[in-house]
């Protein structure tokens, strides 16, 4: 997605204003982060997630804590137009202060929106604080962890708020008949997105099958060759951890600077991927071929394509 009207600012890249003959700053009118700071701990055990009931000791917390009040300090202090999507690996949300910076955040005139993957097992009216036209939530349904009662009441209460989000089923067989009713249970103004499962291959006839839930589905269902093609990661789209280092995605490890010391602004350029393939659409919506920024417009970082409100 392209945010229009903004690109006045977009030459303010630190606590000092880049030269405007930096043709590759200007050309940034929205800068999209991906942030994920050391949490690691989960409130459920899905079976297919490594970070199952993962438990982070004190001072681990304490270090993330720490490291996200510092990234906010960065985004409040540059008036850079962004977007943010925070990808803890753990679950975010049953942490206050991960509450208290998406609210803090959402105040910021210089943001198009702040987002963040959460399973929805904390409560919600926390919201009511925020700026509710520039906070969203990527959630994800597990039907092993909670009831679907439960999950459809903590939607009903964002629908009924005005929060815009989406909602998410990994592809297992098993949850076939829960997706379904998740899908028929929701709005059809709520987007309800399939990723396909790590290790499954789907028949012509599961595929389609998901795809009656997802129309997206083919999207995930397996992954796209990158190697060599032209992505926004690096370029408009970066990844920063906790202690500042920046990459030009999640799934490259290479870093291309800090945050902290000014750096990473060197580092922004138009790349091509290094990998051989992209499966996660974290990664792959970036990707030019593709096209996806245009079927997500708007919602980009919540994963909301443009066809929903």
């Given at each position: 997605m392209t945010v229009r009207g903004r690109g006045s600012e977009a030459v303010r890249l630190g606590t000092a204003v880049a030269p405007p003959a930096d043709a590759r700053h200007e050309a940034i009118e929205v800068l999209t982060i991906l942030y994920r700071g050391p949490l690691a701990s989960c409130n459920?055990?899905?079976?297919?997630?490594?970070?199952?009931?993962?438990?982070?000791?004190p001072a681990l917390l304490r270090a993330d804590r720490a490291a996200l009040s510092r990234f906010v300090d960065w985004v409040e202090e540059n008036r850079i137009p962004m977007?943010?999507?925070?990808t803890p690996w753990g679950e975010g949300l049953t942490r206050r202060w991960y509450r208290d910076?998406?609210?803090r955040m959402s105040h910021?005139?210089?943001?198009?929106?702040?987002?963040?993957q959460t399973n929805l097992a904390a409560r919600v009216g926390w919201l009511a604080a925020a700026?509710?036209?520039?906070?969203?939530?990527?959630?994800?349904?597990?039907p092993t962890q909670i009831s679907m009662e439960r999950f459809l009441a903590r939607c009903g209460e964002l629908s009924d708020s005005g929060v815009r989000y989406s909602v998410g089923v990994v592809g297992l067989p098993a949850q076939l008949a829960d997706a379904r009713a998740l899908r028929a249970a929701l709005p059809k103004d709520v987007y309800v997105w399939i990723n396909a499962a790590?290790?499954?291959?789907?028949?012509?006839?599961?595929?389609r099958e998901w795809t009656a839930i997802d129309p997206l589905f083919g999207h995930s269902v397996r992954p796209h060759i990158s190697l060599g093609r032209p992505c926004f990661a690096g370029e408009d789209a970066i990844s920063?951890?906790?202690?500042g280092t920046v990459r030009r995605c999640h799934f490259i490890d290479e870093p291309i600077g800090n945050l902290y010391d000014g750096s990473w602004r060197a580092g922004l350029k138009p790349r091509t991927c290094v990998n051989a393939t992209c499966d996660c659409h974290i990664g792959y919506v970036h990707?030019?071929?593709?096209?996806?920024r245009d079927v997500f417009a708007g919602g980009l970082i919540e994963r909301i394509p443009a066809a929903f409100p």
């Open positions: 459920y055990d899905c079976a297919y997630c490594p970070f199952a009931k993962r438990r982070d000791p977007r943010i999507l925070f910076a998406i609210v910021l005139p210089h943001l198009d929106r702040v987002a963040i700026d509710r036209t520039r906070v969203a939530l990527w959630t994800t349904f597990h790590d290790g499954h291959t789907y028949s012509p006839a599961e595929e920063v951890r906790g202690d990707l030019k071929p593709l096209g996806l």
